[in-house]
């Protein structure tokens, strides 16, 4: 089975800028979150989307948005870019079902830098 | 609100030494806890995940075991290789986070050949 896949790998962009952010998961697997990490808050929740519905949100401004296809891919964007969204972001797959304990797989990650 | 850390924050080793990297979190109301590996720059790699009823879960030469009532898991590594070297992240989900996890500050590891 093919891994988690993030495209684009890194990206540099400026301040006011946004950006757009994908993420394939395995195969079957219907839910994505996605996670910023960064040096000095580690890796924090940004939200999880399962079967193209959020249905979990951490504690970020507005500017950060996702969504999910019904092929299960995923995109987060970030509108007006500030110098502090620099990050590595992460999305995570899972079957997603409740009740059914499950790993999380991970994918190498976006790495973007907002100058 | 859950809080999740982890100690030593750095640990350097010769090879061949068995090793433990600490995990402690706050509320014990936790569904699974799950360690991770971070190579730089790159993305996470699921070592082990363990329920919240069970003690341990064991992979080759990692044995990762729970205490949820002490709020406590401890990683173990055996006779150590230099390919070990990494990030080691403590991960808990929460019972009602859905997917989401809550990760500790992680452990770097650098064992030396």
């Known amino acids: 089975k093919a891994g988690v896949t993030q495209t684009p790998r890194y990206l540099i962009k400026t301040r006011g800028q946004q950006v757009t952010l994908s993420c394939s998961p395995i195969s079957g697997h219907r839910s994505v979150s996605w996670y910023q990490q960064t040096p000095g808050q580690g890796l924090q929740f940004l939200f999880e989307y399962f079967s193209e519905t959020q249905r979990n949100k951490g504690n970020f401004p507005g500017r950060f948005s996702g969504r999910q296809f019904s092929n299960s891919r995923s995109e987060m964007n970030v509108s007006t870019l500030e110098l502090g969204d620099s990050a590595l972001y992460l999305c995570?797959?899972?079957?997603?079902?409740?009740?059914?304990?499950?790993?999380?797989?991970f994918g190498p990650g976006t790495r973007l830098t907002v100058l | 609100k859950q809080e999740v850390t982890q100690i030593p924050a750095a640990l350097s080793v010769p090879e061949g030494e068995n090793l433990v990297l600490n995990c402690s979190f706050t509320d014990s109301a936790i569904y699974n806890l799950q360690w991770f590996r971070q190579d730089p720059g790159k993305g996470l790699t699921s070592l082990l995940l363990?329920?919240?009823?069970?003690r341990e879960q064991t992979s080759g030469r990692l044995n990762a075991s729970l205490d949820k009532s002490s709020g406590r898991s401890t990683l173990y590594i055996a006779a150590s290789q230099p390919g070990d070297s990494a990030t080691y992240l403590c991960a808990v989900r929460m019972n009602t986070g859905f997917q989401k996890l809550v990760f500790g500050t992680g452990t770097r590891l650098l064992v030396s050949p």
């Open positions: 995570a797959s899972s079957p997603g079902l409740a009740g059914i304990t499950d790993t999380q797989y």
């Open positions: 363990i329920q919240s009823s069970q």
